[in-house]
Each structure stands twice: as C-alpha cells, then as structure tokens.
C-alpha cells in the first residue's frame, strides 16, 4: 500500500480530538451517497415515464403513414399497398380511411376523428383495437367475409373511452354520425349522416385518442363518405422503429411522386423534446444535493487539515515532500467520495428495482392514464451519476489539500 494511500486510510479511521470533524466526515459520505441515490431513482423515474409513454405511443399509432399530397386520396390501392407491403424493412401495412365527423346520442354529441380499417391488417401496425375494455372489436370482421343485413342496417363502430363518455353512450347504444363530406343538392351541401351500433369501446391511456377516435369497418366509412374504393392513408410497422425517418424516405421514394410520409418521431418530437429538457433539469435539480456534499467534503478536509497541522509539519520535516501531503488529501477526499457514492448506487439501483416490481407508489389513473410510478433504471445514467459525484468531489478537496502542502514545518512547530 502506498505511503499517501496508507495515511489517508489512517486519517479517516483514527479517533479524532475534535468530534465534529468525524460527524461532518459522516454528514459528508451520507450527503454524497444521498445525492447519489436521488438522482438515480429521479433518472429511473424519467425513463420509466418516457418508457411508457414510448410503448403507448407505438402500441397506438403506425411507425410511418404514407399519404397523398394535394389530392383527396388513392384510389385503385390495392396494388399499391401490396407493393409497399413488399419494400424492405416493412414488417405490415394496412389501409385506412380518416375523415371529422360528428357522433351524437340524442342531446349530446362530440367531434370524432373515425378511421375506416380492415380490422385484420390494422391490428398488424396498431393496439387499439386490441385495447377494448367493452364489448369487442370483433364485430368489426365480418364472419367468413360476409356482412349481415343487421350490420348493414346498423354497422358496428368502436369508440375511445372519453368519448363514449361525453356522449354518454355504452356498449349496444345507437348513436348518429354525422359527415360534413355530404350530396351537393339544389339547396346547398347536405351533410351525410348515419346511425351506429356501439360494437366495443377502447381505452388507450392517450387522451387524444380516447377523447376523439373511433373505428369503422373500410366499407362503412367509404359509403358514409360518399367515397367508394377510397383509401387516405396507409400505415405501416417496420422492422426498426429507430428507422422509421429512413424507411420512410425509402417507402415516399418508391411510392412516386405525390406522396409525402410522416413516422412517430416526427409526430411526437416536442414530445420527447420536452421529457428529455425535464430529464436534463431533474439531473442538475437534485444534482445540487452532491454539491452541498461536496461543499462538506471541502469543510471536513479543511477543519482535519487544521487539526492535523502539527503532524503534517512533522512528516515535512522528516523529507515527505509537500505533492505527497496533496495527495493524502486528495485521497482522503475521493475515498470519501467513493463511499458515498457506491452506498447512493446501492440505495438508488435497489429502490428503483423495488419500484418496478412491486409498484408500491400509486398514482390516479384518470389524471395520469397510469396508475402506479414507473421504474427503468439504466446503468448509463449509474456511470454519469457516479462521475459527477466523483469529479465534485475531487473538485472539492483541491483547496484543502493545497492548503496542507503549503504548512511550513518551522511556523508550525514552533510552540509544541
């Protein structure tokens, strides 16, 4: 062991004249691995919220979505979507027909965004409608591709949880939809309207979709549109979602000219902008708890060195040179810094653990769409923790330390 490593040991493990010096050394570790174990669970709750809210997302919209540029959709689609089933890194495509409407159940009413699917292809690019918590979806897929003359006479629809709620209308109702999208008629534009059976409602957790979206069979939307063989989007799931922008490129070029795609990044980029700035913010936040440790680190060095004063002279006077008492110090202060910081990891890694398994923080899932506190923690963010901790800390002793190897053996010696 070496001679600095081994004083430094001495020092922080020797019985002290002066108590307090020993209970700051104490404040010092505690206040470090407590800084340290608060930014790991805060991290650990960060991602955890942009986990979350990432797999949500995914399971509720297409990775990329291509769409026609100044026209009111394809037509004859089908040869187009098997041709961009067949691009590569496409894992599944699926056709759909967007359009604003109006659903109403006598007195109340809500705007609704419907989309027209294939229930069996968009299931393959989106969750929703596997997130139905009434009723069933499955009344979307006719059996064995025939529809029966009650799904004609009142086809089967899906909607999101808050806007069955606005409407107040539950599974089995009959609500009216209503299209601007309707028969030019000597007297003006007539809006096209159509009743619905309630088949199924869907709760997604995103308010967006809860509070505004609906489902319809491809065909029923077609005919309550006017639009017959029509299609305004086609969705697809591919097999990087990192590489939605790439793919997306690759699916507008292949497309041809008229077409323009959008992916999930692109959608939600203010979205994940603003949870990355408040990941940012929590670290230097609550970073601010290492700083006030290491502030203590810098005073429990300063009162040892004024304490050990007369064995500094002694050792300086026997030859130890003064980079050598520098670094007893510096040693003393990053031993300080190592101890608070494993014991924060250990603390901070186990409390986040114990969060993602048995979710013992609760939150209401009304206001929140989750209701317990989500846990990821991740060992990058352990290792940026643990060297800012480190390098404060070290920060922290270079004045005590400086302040040691400067004593001179003969002013200090003086009256013992």
């Known amino acids: 062991m070496k001679f600095e490593f081994y004083i430094a040991m001495r020092y922080l493990r020797a019985k002290r004249r002066q108590a307090v010096v020993g209970l700051v050394t104490l404040i010092s570790v505690t206040g470090v691995a407590a800084g340290v174990a608060a930014l790991v669970v805060a991290l650990a709750i960060t991602n955890g919220m942009r986990r979350d809210l990432q797999d949500r997302l995914l399971g509720s919209t297409a990775h990329v979505e291509l769409m026609r540029v100044e026209s009111d959709g394809m037509r004859d689609w089908r040869p187009l979507v098997a041709r961009m089933g067949a691009l590569p890194h496409v894992s599944a495509v699926a056709p759909g027909l967007y359009g604003q409407v109006l659903v109403s159940r006598g007195p109340r009413a809500g705007f609704a965004l419907i989309k027209g699917v294939i229930p069996a292809q968009e299931r393959t690019v989106s969750d929703l409608l596997g997130m139905v918590t009434a009723g069933s979806a499955a009344d979307l897929e006719p059996v064995a591709g025939i529809i029966s003359a009650a799904d004609l006479a009142l086809p089967p629809l899906v909607l999101g949880k808050d806007l069955a709620e606005t409407i107040g209308a539950t599974v089995g109702d009959s609500v009216l939809v209503t299209s601007p999208q309707g028969e030019l008629t000597p007297l003006g534009l007539t809006p096209q309207y159509r009743r619905f059976r309630v088949a199924g409602i869907f709760h997604s957790g995103f308010y967006q979709y809860d509070a505004a979206m609906a489902f319809l069979r491809l065909s029923d939307a077609q005919r309550l549109f006017s639009e ?116 924060g990891l250990v603390v901070g890694y186990a409390a986040s653990w114990a969060g993602a398994h048995y979710h013992f923080i609760h939150m209401s899932a009304e206001v929140y769409s989750i209701d317990t506190l989500p846990f990821a923690a991740d060992w990058k963010d352990g290792v940026l923790v643990s060297a800012v901790s480190i390098g404060v800390s070290v920060l922290a002793t270079l004045y005590p330390s400086s302040t040691a190897a400067r004593i001179l053996p003969a002013e200090a010696l003086r009256y013992e």
């Not at 408040?278 to 290492?290: S, W």
């Not at 006077?317 to 670094?327: A, I, Y």
């Not at 040693?331 to 810094?337: H, K, R, T």
């Open 228 to 343: 017959p063989d029509l299609i305004s989007v086609i969705s697809f799931k591919v097999d990087d979602l990192y590489q939605a922008a790439t793919v997306g490129r690759e699916i507008e070029a292949a497309a041809g000219k008229g077409f323009q795609t959008t992916n999930w990044m692109e959608a939600n980029r203010e979205l994940f902008r603003a949870l990355a700035l408040e990941k940012v913010v929590t670290f230097i936040i609550i970073g601010l708890i290492v700083l006030v440790a290491a502030l203590n680190i810098l005073i429990a060095l300063t009162m040892m060195v004024m304490e050990k004063t007369r064995d500094i002279a002694v050792m300086l006077s026997f030859g130890v040179l003064p980079g050598q008492v520098r670094r007893i110090f510096l040693l003393q202060g990053l031993l300080i810094s190592l101890l608070g910081t494993a014991a």
